[in-house]
Nanobody, 128 residues
Framework: QVQLVESGGGLVQPGGSLRLSCAAS????????IAWFRQAPGKEREGVSC????????YYADSVKGRFTISRDNANHTVYLQMNSLKYEDTAVYYCATDRVLWDCGRSWYVVSPYDYWGQGTQVTVSS
C-alpha cells in the first residue's frame, strides 16, 4: 500500500523550532518531488515548500522563506521540514505530498490538485 507518513508535530512557543519528517511506505520517495502543505482551521490548504529529486532544488512560500528549510535524506528515504522562528500563524496541520510522477517540483508546485498521495497530517500548534 502506497502511503506517506508525517511526524514531528507538536506544541511550541512563538520563536521556537520543530522538525517535521515525511516517510513513505510502498514506494521510495527518493525519485519524486515532495511537497509540504499546511491547512489551518477555516482556511484552504496551502503550499509551504517543495524539494526536487533530481538536483535537490528547493522552493518556498513567501510566508516561510528564511525560516523553514526543506531537505531530503535519501539514505533514510525521508524528507524533512525544519521550521524555525515559528509564529502563531504557522499553526496548522502539515501534510507531505507527491504525485509519484514528477522528478522535479515545477513552477506550480504549490497547487494542491496534482498531488495524488498525501499523508495523514501532523498538527503544529504555536502558542504561548
Amino acid at each position: 500500500q502506497v502511503q506517506l507518513v508525517e511526524s514531528g508535530g507538536g506544541l511550541v512557543q512563538p520563536g521556537g523550532s520543530l522538525r517535521l519528517s515525511c516517510a513513505a511506505s510502498g514506494f521510495t520517495l527518493d525519485y519524486y518531488a515532495i511537497a509540504w502543505f499546511r491547512q489551518a482551521p477555516g482556511k484552504e490548504r496551502e503550499g509551504v515548500s517543495c524539494i526536487s529529486a533530481s538536483d535537490g532544488s528547493t522552493y518556498y512560500a513567501d510566508s516561510v522563506k528564511g525560516r523553514f528549510t526543506i531537505s531530503r535524506d535519501n539514505a533514510n528515504h525521508t524528507v524533512y521540514l525544519q521550521m524555525n522562528s515559528l509564529k502563531y500563524e504557522d499553526t496548522a496541520v502539515y501534510y507531505c505530498a507527491t504525485d509519484r510522477v514528477l522528478w522535479d517540483c515545477g513552477r506550480s508546485w504549490y497547487v494542491v490538485s496534482p498531488y495524488d498521495y498525501w499523508g495523514q497530517g501532523t498538527q503544529v500548534t504555536v502558542s504561548s
